[in-house]
């Protein structure tokens, strides 16, 4: 257990429709980031945040958003979602930022139908 | 931006046998190395990492080496055991300013009885 959690689990739905994947990071831990996974691909980074500031943008898409809330949870929202946006959707969370050990929740497996 | 390639994308050995896993890193900036060990389904684990500080890490039957002026470094997996089977991910960043880790491809290890 890296202390870092997830929630939900799985998440099913449709074309279209919109979701928000949640992460708490570990005790102390000041940044949040978040990654995909698609099937057999690596892990693809979206975006970092550090004490409720956007640090660093990946390759994330303009129907994708995420925020950093007082007591350091992220939320990442992603709408008008299509059969590609199907993923695995990790968490992780390091003390500080560059250079910094980062820990991984256990991830949501998104599926869009 | 950084970008890392890793070798092979799949790797089948024997019980016993050694397993090396190699990346190379294009940013000479880069001087934080983390693998990730990530079983089917799970999350990413760190497993080791070295800083360009050093040449060597070890950690029981994994060890890490990194040369700056080639630019590439490699796991080390001595001993195997079926329970190292796993997607392995080595990772570079800088330690410094808005760097994030760029993740390699990933290599596929199967350890056979």
């Known amino acids: 257990d890296s202390g870092v959690t997830q929630t939900p689990k799985h998440l099913i739905t449709a074309t279209g429709q919109r979701v928000t994947l949640r992460c708490s990071p570990r005790?102390?831990?000041?940044?949040v980031y978040w990654y995909q996974q698609s099937l057999d691909q690596g892990l693809q980074f979206l975006i970092q945040y550090y004490n409720g500031e956007e640090r660093a943008k990946g390759n994330i898409l303009e129907r994708f958003s995420a925020q950093q809330f007082p007591d350091l949870h992220s939320e990442l929202n992603l709408s008008s979602l299509e059969l590609g946006d199907s993923a695995l959707y990790f968490c992780?969370?390091?003390?500080?930022?560059?250079?910094?050990?980062?820990?991984f929740g256990p991830g949501t497996r998104l599926t869009v139908t | 931006g950084e970008n890392v390639e890793q070798h092979p994308s799949t790797l089948s050995v024997q019980e016993g046998d050694s397993a090396v896993i190699k990346c190379t890193y294009s940013d000479s900036a880069s001087n934080y190395f983390p693998w990730y060990k990530q079983e089917l389904g799970k999350r990413p684990q760190l497993i080791i990492d070295i800083r360009s500080n050093v040449g060597e890490k070890k950690d029981q039957r994994i060890a890490v080496t990194l040369n700056k002026t080639a630019k590439h470094f490699s796991l080390h997996i001595t001993e195997t055991q079926p329970e190292d089977s796993a997607v392995y991910f080595c990772a570079a960043s800088a330690n410094s300013g808005y760097s994030t880790l760029t993740f390699g491809k990933g290599t596929m290890l199967l350890v056979s009885p």
């Open positions: 005790s102390g831990d000041l940044s």
């Open positions: 992780a969370s390091s003390v500080i930022g560059a250079g910094d050990e980062q820990y």
